[in-house]
Structures are given as structure tokens and as C-alpha cells.
């Protein structure tokens, strides 16, 4: 290797890492409230999941002390604890939930309430939400637990909210579980692997409408792929599908249930629509027919000629008795009618 390759060596393994941002070096972190610095911000400082501090190695700038101090003034400005952590989070862009609020309750009996919740608020399943979140869901009034479905008295079943989890409004439920209910009516679904991918399918349609209402295109490119792969996990792309081979991935129940949707069985005869009169039609259409037959007259051949006359056609008869008896007379010969 001549000089320049060593001189190029040298400038690519020095070239800092585009890909993964370093860490700030913040040595002597300082509170920008009450001016007091620390050896580390672990630990002194509450986390945060806004990209407001993604600077700052994701810490609030304001120490634990002073928020703690922010919060109990605010307790006793607004008079109850849940508004304090609510207008904490507002303040430094922490996701709020009234859910989430009440739970810290329980187990912040010798810690700070307002850290707990904190702490809490960054739990992974709470990954990437801020107060704008919070904005969202409740301009969406979304469903935040079960319990909530019964004591708001809205029209979903707490079996939708429990199988798609909390965190949608009553018309996203809606439109899930309907998809659902389309989806698992078209295709097979018996197993809870294939239970989980059609119920993330449907999330992901849901997302997909969201971005598009938005006008949020890096939301809906990312949304579309992924509805994409869950098809594909689903084996239910469209070049996935061959048409004559839909029947054969259907379970007997699905198709029947297909078939009922676009070509139901016609209603029965209100006569025979009870399931029990099998016996009638045994009776009149077997017994009757065959005692008309072999020329038997009894309540099954009588009943057989009932039916059978609906649909005869006969021929015209003179209706006159008069002329009627007069043809007999002249037939038989019987002038006087004996
Ligand atoms: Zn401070």
C-alpha cells in the first residue's frame, strides 16, 4: 500500500458513524431551573421520549427536585394531583393518560407520584408517544380501558376492546372489527397465529386510512409496507390467490357462510318451513302418489289430489244441468229420465 492508501485508510476509519448519532457528552449537566450541576444525568434528571431533548440524550433539562417542586406547587394550584401530572406533561411534552394517571396512584405511596408516572410513561408499550399524542387521542376520544366501555355506555362490545386493545375510538373498533369479521369470513383462521396477523392486517388498514387523512406520506408509505408483509405473512397477497383455488382454502363454515352472503337458499314455503312437517310432505307426495297409484282412496291420495289439482289444467264443462240431463236422456235412450 503506497501513502495515499495509508492517508485514506486513515481518513475513512476516522470518519464519524452517519448512521447511529453519538451520544452528547454532557459532563456537568446543569439544571435549568435552579442552576445546580451534576456528575451525570441518569439518575437526577427524568427521562423523555420528545424529540424536543433528543439532544440531551432524551433527559428534561429541569432536575428531579424541581420538578417535584413544580408539581406540588401545581397541586396546590389546581387542587388535585392527576390535573398537576397533566399540566407537568403538557409543559415537557409527556404522554398523559387518565389510565396510566390513576395507576401510578397505587404504587407511588413512597416515591414521587409525579416520577412514577414518569418513569411509567416511558415504559416501552408508551414508546414514542408525547403530548401530541395525548391531543390525538382525545380529539378521538379514544377507549383507555374495558372498564370504560361499560360506564360510558358506547356501542361496542368489550370483547372488540380486549381483542385489539385499548387506545382506538368507538368508530376505530367499529371499523376493526368489521374488517375483521370480513377478512375471517373470506379466509381461513383457526389458529391464534393466524387470529394475531389478521387482527395486525387490520390495524394496519386502519393506520393506512389515518396517513391518508392526514396527508402524512413517510405514515403511509410505511403503513402501506407493512400491510403488504402482512398479506404476504397471511398467504393472502393477490398473486398469492389463485381464483379456483379460494374454495379449497375456505373451511366448510366460511363457505357456507360465503355462499349464504351471495346466493342464499330461498326461503321455504311458510307451510313447510317448520323443519318437523317432513312428515306431510312424506305423506302427501310418497303415501299419496302411491296409493293414487295402484288406485287406493284414502286420506293420502286425497290429500296427494289437493296439491296435485293447483296445478292441474281441466277441460271446460257445460255447466247447464238442464242440457246435461237432456245429453244423458238422448244417450241412454231414457225418455222419462228413469
Ligand atoms: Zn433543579
Not at 289430489?305 to 245429453?327: G, H
Amino acid at each position: 500500500m503506497n501513502i495515499w492508501g495509508v492517508i485514506a485508510m486513515a481518513v475513512i476509519s476516522s470518519t464519524p458513524d452517519r448512521i447511529t448519532p453519538l451520544k452528547n457528552d454532557i459532563r456537568s449537566p446543569r439544571c435549568t431551573t435552579c442552576g445546580k450541576t451534576f456528575t451525570k444525568q441518569t439518575g437526577n434528571f427524568p427521562a423523555s421520549q420528545s424529540p424536543i431533548y433528543a439532544c440531551n440524550n432524551h433527559f428534561l433539562p429541569v432536575c428531579k427536585t424541581c420538578i417535584d417542586k413544580l408539581y406540588e406547587h401545581y397541586c396546590a394550584v389546581l387542587g388535585n394531583d392527576e390535573d398537576a401530572i397533566r399540566r407537568i406533561c403538557m409543559k415537557f411534552d409527556i404522554y398523559y393518560s387518565k389510565a396510566l394517571a390513576e395507576s401510578s396512584r397505587k404504587i407511588a405511596v413512597d416515591r414521587s407520584r409525579v416520577h412514577t408516572y414518569i418513569s411509567r410513561a416511558n415504559l416501552s408499550q408508551f414508546r414514542g408517544k408525547t403530548y401530541d399524542t395525548t391531543i390525538d387521542e382525545e380529539s378521538r376520544q379514544v377507549i383507555e380501558s374495558v372498564e370504560e366501555v361499560k360506564e360510558s355506555g358506547v356501542k361496542i362490545l368489550q370483547r372488540t376492546v380486549k381483542f385489539f386493545g385499548v387506545g382506538f375510538s368507538e368508530d376505530e373498533y367499529k371499523f376493526l372489527q368489521d374488517q375483521y369479521d370480513d377478512w375471517t369470513a373470506r379466509h381461513e383462521c383457526q389458529t391464534k397465529s393466524q387470529e394475531e396477523i389478521f387482527k395486525a392486517i387490520c390495524i394496519a388498514q386502519l393506520n393506512i386510512q389515518r396517513a391518508n387523512i392526514s396527508g402524512d406520506q413517510k405514515k403511509l408509505d410505511t403503513s402501506m409496507k407493512l400491510f403488504q408483509d402482512l398479506l404476504g405473512a397471511a398467504k393472502i397477497k393477490p398473486n398469492q390467490i389463485k381464483g379456483d383455488v379460494i374454495s379449497d382454502q375456505q373451511t366448510f363454515g366460511t363457505l357456507i357462510q360465503k355462499w349464504e352472503t351471495e346466493k342464499p337458499i330461498p326461503e321455504p314455503d311458510p307451510e313447510f318451513a317448520d323443519v318437523d312437517n317432513i312428515r306431510k310432505y312424506i305423506g302427501t307426495f310418497f303415501f299419496g302418489h302411491l296409493c293414487k297409484m295402484i288406485g287406493i282412496k284414502n286420506s293420502y291420495s286425497e290429500e296427494y289430489e289437493k296439491y296435485l289439482k293447483q296445478y292441474s289444467a281441466t277441460k271446460p264443462e257445460f255447466s247447464d244441468d238442464a242440457v246435461n240431463e237432456d245429453i244423458f236422456n238422448k244417450l241412454t235412450g231414457d225418455a222419462d229420465g228413469q
